[in-house]
């Protein structure tokens, strides 16, 4: 049997099916917003790279023990193709995962989810309270604040940034441009 491949709207079905709270949508509309971002500077498959963005944690809210694992057998059920399974898989590598990211989707993914935190985490404090005026030198600041947004991996992202070959300030910077594109959506748009 072919792999099903599946449609914005139909992953978004899914994400709804597992993700009541409005936090982890949010989140994962503005991973989704990210990895389309990335996707056009790469001249990559933006609707691939925006469904694995927005269904990257699909299992996190019913199965937080088994986050990045029972995702595998949701996705496999329902006859995803493999790539994408691998690819949501791989952003948990170290954390929850032994799927180290090789494909440069799949390691633009491991880079940005936790930073996509960070920057929310600081948009919020602006008096905006708007992605849309976040600048890449507000975010350094808030990175060097260790108890400020305490559960994003800093290590992660400092990784991903690495393994995409990218400076870290470029990587905020573009993820930041990618996260102003869907402000509204992610309720960043503040004041502005």
């Given amino acids: 049997m072919r792999p099903m491949i599946p449609t914005r709207e139909e992953a978004f079905e899914l994400l709804k099916e597992y ?9 994962a509309l503005a991973v ?7 996707s056009e500077l790469f001249g990559e ?6 469904i694995i963005g927005l269904v990257h944690d699909l299992d996190y809210e019913m199965y937080p023990e088994e986050h990045c694992k029972k995702v595998k057998e949701i996705l496999t059920e329902r006859n995803w193709p493999e790539a ?5 898989v791989s952003h948990g590598w170290k954390l ?3 799927v180290e990211p090789i494909e440069r989707m799949e390691k633009v993914l491991y880079a940005i989810d936790e930073l996509t935190g960070l920057i929310a985490a600081t948009a919020l404090m602006r008096p905006s309270k708007s992605i849309l005026d976040t600048e890449v030198k507000s975010v350094k600041k808030k990175w060097k604040q260790k108890g400020f947004a305490a559960g994003v991996n800093r290590e992660v992202i400092e990784e991903g940034a690495s393994m995409i070959g990218m400076e870290l300030d470029a ?4 993820t930041i441009k990618g996260m102003q594109k869907v402000s509204e959506e992610i309720g960043l748009k503040g004041d502005l």
């Fill in 19 to 27: 993700n009541k709270n409005e936090a982890l949508i949010r989140h």
């Fill in 32 to 38: 989704e917003g990210v990895m389309v971002h990335f």
């Fill in 45 to 50: 498959d933006k609707e691939k790279w925006g």
């Fill in 84 to 88: 994408y399974i691998r690819a949501i």
């Fill in 96 to 98: 929850c995962s032994d």
């Fill in 171 to 174: 990587v905020i910077e573009e």
